[in-house]
């Protein structure tokens, strides 16, 4: 059943979210307040690397079956379902999540609604916003209780994005106990391609939907807190962590995913979701409960102290000068995003130690530029390369696992690499001349 629906916010989560929903076979308007951003949609460019999304972006822009607007007023009278996908950064100076924009959303639209309409939220909100949301909606709206407010949040990882929003491995829906109306009936209409592939729908209540994505992105990052934490006690002991995730993997309770050692996790959500589930588990005068989460972040950090640490040992002691090739940008691969990502922060600081860095990434540069503009940055990995001290790959892209060790080595001045990602094939390097120090393994 074609729907239309709207999408308030275009970023990464929004402009995503809206070329999915065409694709599945609704009418779609995406909402922006910045113009340039609606113009650049509207010719079907996508300003962020996504694979797949600006083919399935540009398919839907020339089939009339995704437009964008910034006209609130516009959007609110075309669609009856309204989805929030716009973001919740983390305040500046506090740990708890920015709802400026969320509410911002709901003051501009719920005022317009003069039908029965859905409004399903997507941004990933401390626990009970949505209740506060909802409160306010049928407040305002001049329809009153037909205008009705659920949580369906999103789980896409970057890189697979356009996957995870076309055959999503579960959908959530929080609806508001007291006043369900339409909310489920509507949220299985717009999925319905999802639902007859069998795909698990739990719908539960809005303060369960809400916590079921900061508990996922917990639990994600505490599994790499731990691997990393792992790795410190093998360093020390001479153990090899890659292996011992191997062996721990195989137990169907623990699985291998997420065990991979290196720099640790980055980006727009771990990070900023977990400081966040801790703040308002303060709030609520929980916070005893996540205190561990406290440990996690900091093992998360101390990571990326110890590749700086371990560069400055393996050029002897001073990065003053030391010539060194930082291989990755991004926080992980097939994304541009270098928001707190390990990689650019390591390098970001061999520079500030007097480092003379050179750093590369396939996608991330202008982001990357933007954020440390005095950051020397390459064409590609081996003009990075060149006369280097010491070789750092920060970020698992594909061509930096497939590079050639005898051809690296060729260019480089000393044949020295920290596999932060623990990523290369390890005794490929060895034999071809490298010291290579995997982080939580031997060091050649």
């Not at 002897?316 to 994304?335: E, H, M, T, Y």
């Not at 995003?337 to 390098?347: G, K």
Request: proline share 5%; net charge negative.
């Amino acid at each position: 059943m074609t729907m239309r629906l709207s999408v308030f916010g275009t970023g990464y989560l929004g402009a995503t979210h809206a070329a999915g929903m065409a694709e599945l076979g609704h009418e779609v308007i995406g909402v922006d307040i910045d113009p340039a951003k609606i113009e650049r949609l509207a010719r079907g460019e996508v300003p962020f690397f996504e694979p797949g999304l600006p083919e399935l972006l540009r398919k839907h822009v020339e089939s009339g079956r995704l437009r964008f607007t910034t006209d609130a007023a516009e959007a609110v009278d075309f669609a009856d379902v309204h989805f929030i996908g716009v973001g919740t950064p983390q305040k500046k100076g506090e740990y708890a999540a920015d709802m400026r924009f969320v509410d911002s959303v709901i003051e501009t639209i719920a005022p317009l609604l003069t039908r029965p309409a859905v409004i399903l939220g997507k941004s990933t909100v401390p626990v009970g916003t949505a209740a506060r949301l909802a409160a306010r909606v049928r407040e305002i709206a001049p329809v009153g209780e037909d205008a009705q407010l659920g949580w369906n949040p999103e789980f896409l990882r970057e890189g697979f994005a356009v996957e995870d929003t076309l055959r999503p491995d579960r959908l959530v829906l929080g609806v508001d106990t007291e006043h369900p109306g339409r909310i489920e009936e509507v949220a299985r209409q717009v999925y319905a391609d999802a639902l007859a592939r069998e795909t698990p729908m739990v719908v539960t209540d809005l303060a369960t939907a809400e916590l079921v994505k900061v508990s996922a992105n917990a639990f994600l990052a505490t599994k790499i807190s731990f691997i990393n934490a792992v790795a410190e006690i093998c360093e020390a002991t001479g153990a090899d962590v890659v292996d011992l995730a191997d062996a721990i993997g195989y137990d169907a309770r623990i699985g291998r995913k997420f065990l991979g050692a290196g720099l640790g996790f980055g980006g727009g959500c771990l990070p900023k979701d977990i400081r966040a589930f801790m703040a308002r588990a303060d709030e609520l005068g929980t916070g005893h409960a996540l205190r561990f989460l406290r440990e996690v972040d900091d093992v998360n950090l101390r990571r990326r102290d110890h590749v700086v640490d371990l560069a400055a040992r393996e050029v002897g002691g001073s990065l003053n000068g030391a010539r060194i090739a930082v291989l990755g940008a991004a926080f992980k691969p097939n994304s541009d995003d270098v928001r707190d990502s390990p990689a650019l922060d390591i390098s970001g600081r061999l520079h500030l130690a007097g480092a003379d860095v050179r750093v590369f990434d396939p996608e991330a540069m202008p982001n990357a530029a933007a954020i440390w503009p005095t950051l020397p940055f390459a064409r590609n990995a081996e003009e990075a390369c060149a006369e280097a001290d010491l070789v750092i790959v920060a970020t698992e892209w594909k061509e930096f696992r497939e590079l050639d060790p005898a051809v690296v080595g060729a260019a480089v001045s000393q044949r020295t690499v920290i596999d932060g990602r623990n990523c290369l094939p390890a005794q490929a390097w060895i034999d071809a001349g490298w010291r290579y120090l995997g982080l939580g393994r031997y060091a050649s």
